[in-house]
T-cell receptor, first 112, second 114 residues
Framework: SQKIEQNSEALNIQEGKTATLTCNYT??????LQWYRQDPGRGPVFLLLIRENEKEKRKERLKVTFDTTLKQSLFHITASQPADSATYLCAPSKAAGNKLTFGGGTRVLVKP | GAVVSQHPSRVICKSGTSVKIECRSLDFQATTMFWYRQFPKQSLMLMAT?????????EQGVEKDKFLINHASLTLSTLTVTSAHPEDSSFYIC??????????FGPGTRLLVL
């Protein structure tokens, strides 16, 4: 069965530095990979979607890469701010509107 | 942007009672909606797919008779937790595919069964 792995340990990072999160998947060939942000007690909020034929996608201070050979996506937050502190979830899928299976999430804590 | 709402945001009930949670797409139509459950310090787990005009599709291990889903219209899906027990206490979140190929999530409903 498909498996989606994210670093379960929290990522503590100094304000202004770049945070890099990893999402690895196995037994799966997704056409899309999405990243969401979740704050405590809230529903996830969509951040970025990258397609299998795209190597990189950017949105403001966020960057996502998608390597279908390595079966991995990297999520970068550049010039991190305390407001970026949250849990970040990755979700590979066959189609963009399909039901999503999430990785375990990585909690990011940006210290001022 | 597209918005999905849930009601109630928080509910406390006695063991054995039923609880209904509503999920609405506010400014777009959704023929499909998804229901997730999230336990503390865990990720979201898909429970079922709600289909407008037809039966819901449940994920393996989710009891369809316990978690009743009704997709009453193109903007409303309801999840009813029947005969709730303390182990059903969780954070329930719905989502709907909306504009831009993405999923829009509701704010979640915190259920506490005493």
């Amino acid at each position: 069965s498909q498996k989606i792995e994210q670093n379960s340990e929290a990522l503590n990072i100094q304000e202004g530095k770049t945070a890099t999160l990893t999402c690895n998947y196995t037994n799966y060939s997704p056409a899309y990979l999405q990243w969401y942000r979740q704050d405590p007690g809230r529903g996830p909020v969509f951040l970025l979607l990258i397609r299998e034929n795209e190597k990189e996608k950017r949105k403001e201070r966020l960057k996502v890469t998608f390597d279908t050979t390595l079966k991995q996506s990297l999520f970068h937050i550049t010039a991190s701010q305390p407001a970026d502190s949250a849990t970040y979830l990755c979700a590979p899928s066959k189609a963009a509107g399909n039901k999503l299976t999430f990785g375990g999430g990585t909690r990011v804590l940006v210290k001022p | 942007g597209a918005v999905v709402s849930q009601h109630p945001s928080r509910v406390i009930c006695k063991s054995g009672t039923s609880v209904k949670i509503e999920c609405r797409s506010l400014d777009f139509q959704a023929t499909t909606m998804f229901w997730y459950r999230q336990f503390p310090k865990q990720s979201l787990m898909l429970m079922a797919t709600s289909n407008e005009g037809s039966k819901a599709t449940y994920e393996q291990g989710v009891e369809k008779d316990k978690f009743l889903i009704n997709h009453a219209s193109l903007t409303l899906s309801t999840l009813t937790v029947t005969s709730a027990h303390p182990e059903d206490s969780s954070f329930y979140i719905c989502s709907a595919p909306g504009p831009g190929e993405t999923q829009y999530f509701g704010p979640g409903t915190r259920l506490l069964v005493l």
